[in-house]
Structures are given as structure tokens and as C-alpha cells.
């Protein structure tokens, strides 16, 4: 899993014309909450600037990334791994995404036309939420699949937690069906790989 100084160089590096939905920002927010009011309250902090948080309002990747290492840090202080954090975070977002209103509608879809489709359909929508990196996906047999992720600032276990997340609620799938494997392949964890079997 990703460690602080992977994510706090990615965030040395981000610029603020690099933007994600502010849906991405309420579900740091909304996982942050299992750590308690303080530790939502210093995510927050990082919105001072922006204003009222808006889901389909676009922020700067840097105050997502800051609030993720709240996240991050408070895991620890509970004994879980930094990456665990984060990982948790991205899950709670795919949860969330499910079950609202548009999210509900994709997954009806997906699960007519099944998991790989389901997931070649990721890269189009990174490519919607966000407007760095490159994202792609390819089959490995039919029961896996692998997304690539390059030059992604969110990184590996946000994005990890978010698809196994979405995956494992929209197709209600049993705990233990889906598996997947993190192979970062840079030393910031910007780009990476998510192989899921089922």
C-alpha cells in the first residue's frame, strides 16, 4: 500500500489547474468521519479557501490530497496502515457513487453487460472526473481485468478502494469475490496497476 511521503510528493507537485468533482471531496470528508468530529474538522480546514463544498464543483487536486493525509494519518493513529486510510476512503466514495441517483442507473447497466464492461468503462469516466493522468484497461482472462494508471495524483489506494468499492456494490458481489493487487510502478505511486479477478 502507499506511504505519506509517496502522497506528499504528489501533492509537492500538483498545480492548481488539476481539478477533481467536489463528490470526491465530500467522500474524504465522509470518511474521515469514522475517525471522529476532529479529525473531519482538520479535513476541512483544507476547504477554508474554496468555500462551500458543491458536488459537481471541480477543486484542486491539492486540498483533496490534503485531506487524505488526515485520513491517512489518523488510520494510523488507530493502527492501520496510511495506505489502509486511504484505501478506505476511495471505498466509501464507490459505495457512495452506487447509491446515488446516476450511480444507481450505471450499475443497473453494468450488470447487464457485466464486469468487463463495466470496467473498460472506468477510463472514460476518470477521464470525465479528472483532468490529469491517463487511464486505460485492458482483459486478462475472463474472469480479470487490469486498469492502468498514469501520472494519476489521487494515487493507488483512493483509487484502489473506489473501484473495488463501486464494483463489489453495484454487482453485490459476496465478500471475497472480487480480489485485487496493487503494483505501483513509479517512486510517488502516480502510476500504477489494479488487477481484479472474480
Known amino acids: 500500500m502507499e506511504t505519506r511521503p509517496q502522497l506528499l510528493s504528489r501533492l509537492a ?8 468533482p467536489g463528490m470526491f471531496l465530500e467522500s474524504v470528508l465522509a470518511s474521515a468521519g ?35 493525509d488526515v485520513v491517512g494519518q489518523a488510520a494510523q493513529a488507530r493502527g492501520m496502515s496510511y495506505g489502509e486510510g486511504l484505501f478506505q476512503s476511495g471505498w466509501v466514495a464507490g459505495t457512495s457513487y452506487v447509491r446515488s441517483s ?33 487511464h ?3 482483459r486478462v482472462t475472463p474472469g480479470s481485468g487490469e486498469l492502468r494508471f498514469m501520472e494519476d495524483l489521487i494515487g493507488p489506494s483512493w483509487n484502489a478502494g473506489m473501484v473495488v468499492g463501486s464494483v463489489k456494490a453495484a454487482f453485490a458481489l459476496d465478500e471475497g469475490r472480487l480480489k485485487y493487487e496493487i503494483s505501483v510502478t513509479d517512486e510517488d505511486a502516480s502510476s500504477f496497476l489494479v488487477r481484479l479477478d472474480w
Open 34 to 68: 469514522a475517525y471522529g468530529p476532529e479529525v473531519v474538522a482538520r479535513a476541512r480546514e483544507h476547504l477554508s479557501a474554496e468555500g462551500q463544498l458543491l458536488e459537481n464543483y471541480r477543486y484542486p487536486v491539492k486540498a483533496m490530497l490534503e485531506m487524505l
Open 102 to 134: 446516476v450511480g444507481r442507473m450505471r450499475a443497473m447497466v453494468s450488470t447487464v453487460s457485466g464486469l468487463h464492461r463495466a470496467l473498460e468503462g472506468i477510463p472514460s469516466a476518470a477521464a470525465q472526473a479528472v483532468n490529469f493522468g491517463a
Open 13 to 20: 507537485r500538483s498545480r492548481r489547474e488539476q481539478v477533481v
Open 136 to 138: 486505460s484497461y485492458r
